[in-house]
């Protein structure tokens, strides 16, 4: 987990009562979400090895992350630990293309497209040239969450994750699901689904299917 403030409201990756099974977070100290979005996650490698080493130890079965731009680190964590991760949401980009029909494609909602990279795609196991839309870069997401603040306004938030599903389909028409990169977005999957008519992926999506197959059809 990311070292944040923010509320978690039902449906955020860091708040429990979001999974049907248990589970346990390992706060990773320093990594606030504009070292590890905007900065690249500087120096950032080996205290999250160790959180997960840590969650490892304690007995869990699966492990993941609170950031899909953490990505960047899948190799490593992975090739240190000895039970099943996945760091980001984007590793089901090459899932959702492959389920789609022939000429349709997966494409992604960010917290902030202009810091995902092609790097942060490749890495995390998604082509680099998957289509990317960001929300505002001056809105509730970069205010309340890159910002970190202790208050956030749940209606804002989902409006601007409705407006950059809908931006991403009308500017990509091929696009036939949505990933939704930020772990603090699965509160709007559903809306996004009935709002765009794809299937949506998301951390939850991602969480559900590292603990089995009965966890983890996506939501529409």
Do not use: W
């Amino acid at each position: 987990m990311l070292e944040t403030r923010f509320p978690r409201l039902p449906g955020d990756i860091g708040n429990p009562a979001s999974f049907a099974f248990p589970v346990r977070y390992e706060i990773v100290r320093g990594a606030s979400p504009e070292r590890v979005i905007r900065q690249g996650a500087d120096g950032l490698l080996a205290p999250f090895i160790a959180a997960a080493r840590a969650l490892e130890a304690a007995g869990c079965a699966a492990i993941t992350t609170s950031c899909g731009f953490l990505g960047l680190f899948q190799g490593a964590i992975a090739a240190a630990l000895r039970v099943p991760f996945i760091a980001s949401s984007l590793a089901l980009v090459e899932t959702a293309n492959r389920a789609l029909p022939a000429g349709q494609e997966a494409g992604v909602i960010t917290i902030s497209a202009s810091s995902l990279t092609p790097a942060h795609l490749e890495r995390a196991g998604a082509p680099a040239r998957t289509p990317v839309v960001g929300v505002a870069e001056d809105g509730e997401f970069a205010r309340a969450i890159l910002g970190d603040q202790p208050d956030l306004c749940a209606a804002k938030l989902r409006s601007e994750v409705l407006d950059a599903g809908r931006r991403l389909r009308a500017l990509h028409p091929r696009v036939g699901a949505i990933v939704l990169e930020c772990t603090n977005m699965p509160p709007y999957a559903a809306a996004l689904g009935e709002a765009t008519g794809v299937p949506i992926y998301d951390a939850l999506t991602l969480a559900r299917y590292l603990m089995g197959p009965a966890h983890g059809a996506p939501r529409r």
